[in-house]
């Protein structure tokens, strides 16, 4: 059983950068898969991307490689998205993900995540 919380979205102009947070609660903060995942409307849920919490390996969509970063804050059972040079379509909802039996394979996919946050929003605007 997890307790998934995102925030650190916002409005922001193109170019400019947030930090996502998601903070983890209920479970040890060992052996599972965080994704992060965004859904603009009328689309499907995308994947941005996930990181392993023991090794701290990670994964990206195309679209997001070299202005995205995950990582992992152990003590804090956190994970952040750094988001920089953000985009318009960069703008959904973005949500955090815990994926207790995900093989390396699945984890692009939502349908690989045992809970979720609530979502927080981020709007590229200008």
């Known amino acids: 059983q997890w307790h998934l919380a995102e925030s650190g979205g916002g409005l922001v102009q193109p170019g400019a950068s947030l930090r996502l947070s998601c903070a983890a609660s209920?479970?040890?903060?060992?052996?599972?898969?965080v994704g992060w995942f965004r859904q603009a409307p009328g689309k499907e849920r995308e994947f941005v991307a996930a990181?392993?919490?023991?090794?701290?390996?990670?994964h990206y969509a195309d679209s997001v490689t070299g202005r995205f970063t995950i990582s992992r804050d152990q003590d804090k059972k956190t994970v952040y998205l750094q988001m920089n040079s953000l985009k318009p379509e960069d703008t959904a909802v973005y949500y955090c993900?815990?994926?207790?039996?995900?093989?390396?394979?699945?984890?692009?996919?939502?349908?690989?995540?045992?809970?979720w946050g609530p979502g927080t929003q981020v709007t590229v605007s200008s």
């Open positions: 993900g815990v994926a207790t039996r995900a093989i390396l394979s699945s984890i692009r996919f939502p349908n690989s995540y045992d809970s």
């Open positions: 209920g479970r040890t903060f060992g052996r599972n898969t």
């Open positions: 990181i392993r919490l023991s090794a701290g390996s990670t």
